[in-house]
């Protein structure tokens, strides 16, 4: 699928929080991991009162204007990866892929919870290494959790 991938501006928060309430409560979330920590109005306010004005936002934009993928960034970090869930599996996720390896060439860590298997699949496909794991005591879901990290590539030795 054909996505143009972009800097998220004030005037996407609703379409960011639509899209990741989508994803966090789709029938396919629901069997992989466990609900929001937070209530749907809570997320939405992060999303528009902190996520878009001080956080790093990529969005997936079809033609047609609709936001299809949205990508939070830290320091070294992917914080959020959210498809819409009616098109998964479409390259979108990939795409961000592409985007956050781009804005972070040193390398980059995430993580993701244990139960979510078909994210470990995508992130090790994406050349992603599991480094960690945790019983889920520090994160807010309470869910067990891995840490993945990817660096890229360095000049190939030939000595």
Request: proline share 6%.
């Amino acid at each position: 699928m054909q996505v143009t991938i972009r800097r998220a501006t004030s005037d996407d928060a609703r379409a960011v929080s639509d899209l990741y309430l989508r994803a966090r409560h789709s029938a396919a979330s629901a069997r992989t991991i466990p609900p929001p920590a937070h209530e749907d109005d809570e997320i939405s306010n992060w999303i528009e009162q902190v996520v878009i004005p001080t956080r790093e936002c990529w969005v997936a934009e079809r033609s047609s204007g609709a936001v299809v993928g949205v990508l939070l960034l830290g320091a070294e970090w992917i914080d959020q990866l959210y498809v819409d869930p009616e098109l998964t599996r479409a390259g979108i996720g990939t795409e961000l892929m592409t985007a956050a390896k781009r804005e972070r060439p040193e390398g980059l860590r995430l993580w993701t919870f244990v139960s979510n298997q078909g994210a470990q699949r995508f992130y090790l496909r994406h050349g992603f290494r599991e480094i960690e794991r945790t019983d889920g005591s520090d994160n807010e879901e309470r869910a067990p959790a891995i840490q993945y990290a990817w660096l890229p590539a360095g000049p190939v030795s030939t000595t």
